[in-house]
């Protein structure tokens, strides 16, 4: 699911994620770790200022959530 930066559809896939995240009780550094990435990169996702497919599904395969869930929370909160 691309979309642009500052959509809305966007903010609603950001939101998701972090949610998913907090929901796993992890945090934005546990996340990196995962990832092997700075915990900047985490927190950019999470503020919806990272607009890549792969960044998403990274974070969703570190966060041990099925990215087809994701996805489906994310159509469902776009269409409510």
Do not use: M
């Amino acid at each position: 699911v691309r979309k642009a930066i500052g959509s809305s559809e966007h903010r609603h896939l950001c939101a998701v994620l972090r949610e998913a995240r907090i929901a796993a009780g992890l945090s934005q550094a546990e996340v990196a770790e995962a990832l092997s990435v700075p915990q900047s990169f985490v927190s950019k996702t999470s503020a919806g200022n990272v607009d890549s497919t792969s960044s998403n599904s990274a974070v969703a395969e570190a966060l041990r959530v099925d990215l087809v869930e994701v996805v489906t929370a994310y159509v469902n909160r776009v269409r409510s």
